[in-house]
């Protein structure tokens, strides 16, 4: 009996194995599945074998074994079918820079099969949405970095794809863009497309991302929902802002560590089991009075570092 459509993965990764030239394993029998309408995480160090997944679920790679499906397609197999419901971001610019955007857009639709009294309209949609519209007739190499990151999602949208996979789509610009595109990507996945987003930013994927996947040494090392993940940690850190400045000497609390995070803010960490009120009073006894709490936003670094050892998210 067939699965029925809401059930069907978005992508399932079965038992992929990648084994390069020289017997270099880059994906050791990873399994893997990514809900319709999720945001999705994948991460791991530099070489941990993200690159190769992304390869071979879009059809740029050929696996050695095992099995990539994209809503119930397989991409060996059926490869046309599947392409025609991903769209794919590489991390590297690589459309015509000698193009003009509006023109990028049309082209790639209709190298995709869609009619151009489609694709019209829906390249000043997607340019629109990319805050591109004014831009939609200057030559692209004119375009700034996110700008240009910015077309490279206008473009992938141009199918209408269903899954959409972006390879570290902030790569290199400043945070201010990055936040503007992180509310197109939010805007997308609202919309209902499914996205599977690598970023070295690990920020990034905890601000943006429901479930995730850890990948190293070609093995997934852990899967589950963000929270779920992040619950694991024995450790949690906050930020204190405080009245006045942080003094030279903070007072000394068991178990736990506090560090002058700015001339007003003062970093917590301290093990899951311990009592919060420990450090209030302690502070408190210091005459130094807390005005709010927050947590610490690099809970996601801590879990990756714990998990494999590496500081950043990698490529």
């Known amino acids: 009996m067939p699965m029925p459509m809401t059930q069907i993965p978005a992508l399932e990764v079965t038992d992929l194995r990648k084994t390069y030239s020289g017997r270099v394993q880059a994906l050791k029998g ?43 397609e397989e991409v060996a197999t059926n490869r046309s079918a599947a392409m025609r419901l991903l769209g794919l971001v590489p991390q590297e610019i690589n459309f015509n820079l000698f193009e003009k ?30 805050q591109l519209s004014e831009k ?14 910015r077309l490279m999602i206008a473009r992938a949208m141009m199918t209408r794809p269903r899954l959409l996979i972006l390879d570290e789509p902030t790569a290199g610009v400043d945070i201010e863009i990055r936040r503007g595109m992180w509310k197109t990507l939010r805007d997308i996945n609202a919309a209902g497309t499914t996205i599977i987003l690598t970023t070295h930013y690990l920020e990034e994927a905890e601000t943006l991302c429901r479930n995730l996947a850890i990948i190293d040494h070609g093995q997934i090392v852990a899967a589950g929902p963000m929270r779920e993940l992040l619950a694991r940690l024995d450790v949690e850190g ?14 000394l609390v068991d178990g736990v560590t506090l560090t002058s995070a700015n001339s007003h803010c003062i970093e ?11 450090v209030f009073n302690a502070l408190g006894g210091a005459g130094i009075r807390v005005r709010s709490m927050r947590n610490k936003s690099n809970r996601l670094e801590e879990l990756f570092v714990h998990l494999t050892g590496n500081g950043k998210g990698g490529a």
């Open 136 to 149: 939609a007739h200057t030559m692209s190499r004119t375009l700034s970095g996110g700008m240009k990151r």
């Open 238 to 251: 906050f930020i204190f802002d405080i009245d006045g400045e942080v003094p030279a000497q903070l007072p």
């Open 30 to 72: 990873i399994s893997l599945s990514v809900a319709p309408g999720d945001f999705f995480a994948l991460l791991g160090p530099n070489g941990a074998g993200k690159s190769t997944l992304i390869g071979i679920a879009s059809s740029l790679v050929n696996a050695s074994s095992g099995t990539v499906r994209v809503f119930g």
């Open 268 to 278: 917590v960490d301290m093990p899951r089991a311990l009592d919060l009120n420990r």
């Open 101 to 130: 955007p509006f023109d990028i857009l049309v082209n790639y639709a209709g190298f995709y099969g869609v009619p151009r009294a489609e694709a019209v309209p829906r390249a000043d949609e997607e340019l629109a949405r990319a």
